[in-house]
T-cell receptor, first 115, second 108 residues
Framework: KAGVTQTPRYLIKTRGQQVTLSCSPI?????VSWYQQTPGQGLQFLFEYFSETQRNKGNFPGRFSGRQFSNSRSEMNVSTLELGDSALYLC???FGTGSLNTEAFFGQGTRLTVV | KNEVEQSPQNLTAQEGEFITINCSYSVGISALHWLQQHPGGGIVSLFMLSSGKKKHGRLIATINIQEKHSSLHITASHPRDSAVYIC??????????FGPGTSLSVIP
């Protein structure tokens, strides 16, 4: 059974640009959650999607958005990148809904560097 | 005061030692997770707890809902256990809060 796949693994962008990150969940999983990890703030919850609907959102500005497709794959978009957006972005998939209310499986993450 | 706290922040142990990492939280929760993160970033979910105790190999996790406290124990520690261990809670109002992590180094 394939695990959670995040692409790309590494990304370098310039301030002001936008970026799209992708997460393919484990087959059969309908929930995808996104997290940001920085040295200063640690891990923080971004949002959760279940069956193409955003169920929950963390305290991030509107520049951070996401969506989920009918095959449960999810994308996360960050517009007008700032230096502080440099982070490891992780996604997790689970069968049931509710952010980390059920067993979750994490991807390897996308490391975004904004210069 | 952070809603999820962990202790210790850093831990160095000799191979074979018994290790305990603690997590305390101040919010109502529906579940608590122990996560392991190796250098390179990937996270593995070790346990999900809502009550009692779970064991997997050399790892044991316990939770006391009344005291809002959980512990992760590693028996017969090994250098491959070296990682950051993160406690995460799913709150009663469906938010996820992570602890700051405990960096463990097991020396041969």
């Amino acid at each position: 059974k394939a695990g959670v796949t995040q692409t790309p693994r590494y990304l370098i962008k310039t301030r002001g640009q936008q970026v799209t990150l992708s997460c393919s969940p484990i087959s059969g999983h309908r929930s995808v959650s996104w997290y940001q990890q920085t040295p200063g703030q640690g891990l923080q919850f971004l949002f959760e999607y279940f069956s193409e609907t955003q169920r929950n959102k963390g305290n991030f500005p509107g520049r951070f958005s996401g969506r989920q497709f009918s095959n449960s794959r999810s994308e996360m978009n960050v517009s007008t990148l700032e230096l502080g957006d440099s982070a490891l972005y992780l996604c997790a998939s689970s069968f049931g809904t509710g952010s980390l209310n059920t067993e979750a499986f994490f991807g390897q993450g996308t490391r975004l560097t904004v210069v | 005061k952070n809603e999820v706290e962990q202790s210790p922040q850093n831990l160095t142990a000799q191979e074979g030692e018994f290790i305990t990492i603690n997590c305390s939280y101040s919010v109502g929760i529906s579940a608590l997770h122990w996560l392991q993160q190796h250098p390179g970033g990937g996270i593995v979910s070790l346990f999900m707890l809502s009550s009692g105790k779970k064991k997997h190999g050399r790892l044991i996790a316990t939770i006391n809902i009344q005291e809002k406290h959980s512990s992760l124990h590693i028996t017969a520690s090994h250098p491959r256990d070296s990682a950051v261990y993160i406690c995460a809670v799913s709150t009663s109002y469906d938010k996820v809060i992570f602890g700051p992590g405990t960096s463990l180094s097991v020396i041969p």
